[in-house]
């Protein structure tokens, strides 16, 4: 089985390489015939810009096509489409969306951003208050929707709105899609401790919405959430870098750059060096027990040890700078960025949005929640707003 | 600074998994708590009924080549057994001699020698230990034995300390000085002028003693006459660390598994503990790090087993560090979750408490390894 998988992955590349030479195609036009060639998530079907093979392949496609000069930086301008958003679609919307969407989404001519945090609901998802309320064949949405990484850019998002408020919180939700430039939808920028606004605040303002943008059954909401936020964990947390790669190269590099004498910080780069090795290599092995049928708890993992880790060795590059740890060179720029900084150039920049590291994606504090309670079978906290009427839930 | 990236696999072959599953059945039956702490009690050294089972299982000689009449297999399927007998701390010499004394045979003996020495320690009759370190545990190029020439013969003179099952053992491999440089020699345990003297240990399921040598006399075959004694050491000690790696890793699994199932269990304020985020999110901070060091050490015994030398020096000194640490922390917070049982001597959090210890100082500290780290990272 593995070796016809890795045959037919392997013929594919070979055929959108011959056909599409990275280094004279335009990076739309390569990215449409990765789609066509099935190469775009491996794991889909046929014509859905997938082969029908395990996503383990996936690695390998991309590896291929960045070491034949190729791109597949569209993974990360458009991180809440590529990342997230096609497998939600492919696992709960109509043939007809899966068709019309996926292939502009992977090409980035769409852009996509995810509209689920509300000022009153963050990790507490399921009790947001943004409307969606039918008319006819319409839905009307009104509400507000804040952190929404890229709405600036985006063509479509995928809204999660209450249709319910008189059944308990996670029973009164339904998902959408809806379109970003449709009248009352109004995106402004939220500056981050950067400086930059990746995210924004989007307000519905009497927004409709044609009953077939809707993915899931109507009250079926928190379900499809799930399937985003799942693929959004892995997303996050299951990028195997080289060795010695991220945030640990630029402390490597500002520990030769200033003298590197203390032992003390020598030994603390040594262990932030393990650590980082250390969480590397529990990616690898939990990318291949999915592959052998027996998935560990260590995929889920992978989130929260990165996000802390990323935060403690971007802090301490800092400490590393010395008085150049005061700065913050080239200044705070205001602008609205064309995609996410996690990949920051600069150890300062890395140092700042690595706080978020912790907080996007659903909360450390929340990750250890769900590994005790799914991974570890701990019981749950008592909950207070359980069989309550979402309208009835005290809220901030 | 570009290392190069190592390509690191973790596929589990059947064999292995069948290898687990049989160590594991084979180790709960035998290393009950109630055993455990009467061989840690006793002075038979290690629970030899548990050892005889593992020779005739041929689990004993795992790594020693068929030809030697061993089971020929890797340092990955030895690692398996290592860590299973580490999440039980069943009490038997396979670092010593399975790890430390074989490996110090296969690479410093002869092809005559090692077909001399090897069949009875892999068949269980013979153990080995390790003398190399001088009284005071330290590890320098000076051991605390000398070894001069006297005819025909070697004559031993001085201690070693630290010395793992050392009292137990029937061949001693030392470590000594010469005019020679540094000579291996295999020394049997009930040689006149040899004096073995327990240590009072920290960590009761692992004795170590201090060799006394005065005036030991072994023949020259003793001498381990194949590869440079420098280098057979660091081999050797390359697999011990290794090893202790993944014995920790089987101790922190076990205490993650065990103190989790406490917290499920043990109500107070009308709740399970386990339910207080304090409790919840402790224990999964140690899941993160248990499955993290679980990584780094399956990742060195392979390295180990594929013979690669150069990922080795960094492989294993990144694992003896982390692994030491992430069962530290775990075997701390083993006893923390429990309260006041996990304070008592009938209950087994101490015991990993302990293990947890002596076995971070135990083949150099993780700063130690830190260190040597830093050198091959160069930094
Ligand atoms: C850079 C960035 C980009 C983002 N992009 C998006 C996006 O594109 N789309 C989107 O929808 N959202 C996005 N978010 C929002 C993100 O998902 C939320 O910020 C996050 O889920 C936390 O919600 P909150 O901010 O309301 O904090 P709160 O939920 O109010 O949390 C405040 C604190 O309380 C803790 N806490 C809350 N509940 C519990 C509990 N049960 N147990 C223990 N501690 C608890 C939290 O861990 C946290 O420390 C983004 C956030 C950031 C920082």
Not at chain 2, 23 to 44: C, F, H, K, P, Y
Not at chain 2, 50 to 62: D, I, M, P, R, S
Not at chain 2, 63 to 70: A, C, D, K, L
């Amino acid at each position: 089985m593995a070796i016809d998988e890795r045959t037919l992955v392997t013929e594919r590349i070979e055929a959108l390489l011959a056909s599409h030479p990275p280094a004279s195609t335009p990076e739309r036009d390569f990215w449409g015939a990765q789609f066509d060639h099935g190469l775009a998530w491996v794991q889909h079907p046929e014509d859905f810009g997938g082969c029908g093979v395990s996503p383990r392949w996936q690695a390998e496609v991309d590896r291929r096509i960045v070491e034949a000069g190729g791109s597949v930086r569209n993974r990360y301008l458009n991180v809440l489409g590529i990342g997230m958003g096609a497998g939600t679609l492919m696992a709960h919307a109509d043939e007809e969306r899966q068709r019309r969407m996926l292939r502009p989404m992977f090409t980035c001519e769409e852009i996509w951003c995810q509209l689920f945090s509300e000022p009153g609901a963050g990790s507490d998802l399921a009790a947001l208050s943004t409307t969606a309320v039918k008319e006819g064949d319409t839905w009307i949405v009104n509400g507000q929707k804040v952190w929404t990484t890229l709405a600036h850019l985006a063509t479509w998002g995928l809204l999660v709105a209450r249709t319910d408020p008189d059944v308990p919180k996670h029973a009164g939700l339904t998902y959408f899609v809806v379109d970003m430039q449709a009248d009352g939808v109004d995106v402004r920028p939220l500056y981050q401790i950067t400086g930059e606004a990746e995210f924004n605040e989007v307000y519905f303002d009497d927004v409709r919405i044609d009953d077939d943008m809707r993915v899931g059954e109507v009250g079926q909401g928190w379900a499809v959430a799930m399937t985003t936020l799942m693929n959004e964990r892995v997303a996050i947390g299951s990028n195997v870098a080289p060795r010695g790669s991220g945030a640990i190269a630029h402390a490597l590099e500002a520990w030769k750059q200033h003298g590197g004498d203390d032992p003390v910080a020598r030994d603390q780069l040594v262990r932030y060096w393990v650590e980082a090795e250390a969480q590397r290599l529990t990616t690898i092995r939990a990318g291949e027990a999915r592959k052998s049928g027996t998935p560990g708890p260590e995929g889920s993992t992978g989130k929260l040890h990165w996000a802390d880790l990323n935060k403690s060795i971007t802090a301490f590059t800092i400490d590393l700078l010395g008085a150049e740890g005061m700065t913050y060179p080239g200044g705070y720029e205001f602008t609205r960025p064309d995609e996410t900084a996690n990949r920051a150039e600069s150890a300062h920049k890395a140092f700042l949005r690595a706080r978020a590291n912790s907080i996007e994606g659903g909360t450390s504090e929340i990750m250890k929640n769900i590994l005790g309670e799914r991974v570890l079978g701990l019981p749950g906290e008592p909950r207070v707003d359980k069989n309550v009427p979402w309208r009835e839930v005290p809220r901030s | 600074m570009t290392t190069a990236t190592p390509t690191a696999s973790f596929t589990v072959t059947e064999e292995q998994r069948l290898l687990r599953a049989t160590v594991r059945e084979l180790i709960a039956a035998r290393a009950t708590s109630e055993r455990v702490r009467e061989v840690m009690l006793g002075d038979e050294g290690y629970d030899r009924d548990a050892w005889a089972e593992l020779a005739q299982t041929g689990l004993t000689g795992l790594t020693v080549p068929e030809r030697f009449g061993g089971a020929g297999a890797t340092f990955a399927e030895l690692a398996i057994v290592i860590e299973e007998a580490g999440r039980r701390l069943l009490p038997v010499p396979l670092l010593s001699s399975a790890v430390l004394g074989t490996e110090a045979v296969l690479a410093a003996g002869t092809e005559q020698q090692c077909a001399a020495l090897l069949p009875a320690v892999a068949e269980g009759r013979t153990t080995l230990a390790l003398a190399h370190l001088d009284e005071r545990g330290g590890l320098t190029s000076e051991p605390g034995v000398a070894a001069r020439r006297d005819g025909e013969d070697w004559v031993l003179q001085g201690t070693a300390g630290y010395v793992v099952d050392g009292a137990s053992a029937e061949m001693v491999v030392t470590a000594a000085v010469s005019d020679e440089g540094l000579v291996l020699l295999v020394v049997p345990g009930e040689s006149a002028g040899l004096e073995r003297r327990p240590l009072d240990v920290l960590d009761l399921t692992r004795p170590m003693a201090t060799l006394v040598y005065d005036g030991v006399r072994v023949d020259d075959d003793a001498w381990l006459a194949g590869d440079d004694a420098m280098v057979a050491l660091h081999r050797a000690l390359s697999a011990g660390v290794v090893a202790v790696a993944c014995e920790q890793v089987g101790g922190a699994g076990h205490v993650l598994e065990m103190t989790t199932g406490y917290a499920r269990d043990r109500i107070q304020f009308g709740r399970a503990i386990g339910s207080f985020q304090a409790v919840k999110h402790r224990l999964a901070e140690l899941l993160v790090q248990v499955e993290s060091a679980r990584s780094v050490a399956e990742h060195a015994a392979r390295v180990l087993a594929a013979g690669d030398r150069h990922e080795l020096a960094i492989a294993a000194p990144m694992a003896k560090s982390y692994c030491s640490e992430v069962f530290e922390q775990a075997s701390a917070d083993g006893i923390q979750l429990h309260g006041g049982i996990g304070f008592t001597w009938e209950h087994d959090a101490h015991l990993y408490f302990k293990r947890a210890k002596a076995t971070k100082l135990l083949l150099g500290s993780p700063s130690h390894h830190r260190a040597l780290l830093a050198e091959v990272l160069s930094l």
